[in-house]
């Protein structure tokens, strides 16, 4: 099953719309702090509703301590970026994949691009618009790993 990863993010009702994905479609949700926001965030709470009881959680201090959980749990890792690769449309994505997501303002730092298995963008139309917003963005990735893997029957 493919795992979401969000890196630093900073926007509470970002990450507790992705955590409501993620309670949906029973995905687990991995964030890498530093965060730009207390996990006890009213803000988060409220953006996850109450569905915080069927989120698959983990939290990693570091970028370091989630590679030492990747790597101990294998797959790949996906980092979605403006800057990537291979668009996610045409990329075939594989059941023990993780899907990487920078923070609203930064994205993934060179750094973590660096080490991710292969990086996708989601194509935009418009030139001047820089980026999607974070949940829609994790959104779009997602339903469409589980769409090619058949999980969406």
């Known amino acids: ?15 507790g719309n992705i955590a409501r994905t993620c309670a949906a479609t029973g995905t687990e949700l991995h964030l890498v702090g530093p965060l730009g926001f207390e996990i006890s965030d009213r803000y988060l709470k409220r953006a996850g509703l109450d569905y915080w009881p069927y989120v698959k959680f983990h939290y990693h201090n570091s970028i370091e301590t989630f590679q030492n959980v ?13 800057r ?37 963008y ?9 980026s999607l917003n974070l949940s829609v963005s ?5 339903f469409e790993c589980r769409r090619q893997l058949g999980y969406l029957q």
């Open 1 to 15: 099953m493919p795992q979401i990863v969000l890196v630093n993010p900073q926007i509470p009702p970002n990450t």
């Open 70 to 82: 990747h790597k101990q749990r294998g797959g790949r890792c996906l980092g979605f970026s403006v």
């Open 84 to 120: 990537g690769d291979f668009n996610y449309i045409n990329f075939e994505f594989q059941p023990d994949d993780w899907l990487l997501f920078g923070s609203e303002t930064a994205g993934l730092p060179e750094p973590i691009l660096s080490t991710c298995d292969s990086t996708l």
């Open 122 to 130: 989601i194509p935009m139309y418009e030139p001047g618009v820089r």
């Open 138 to 142: 994790v959104a779009i990735g997602l």
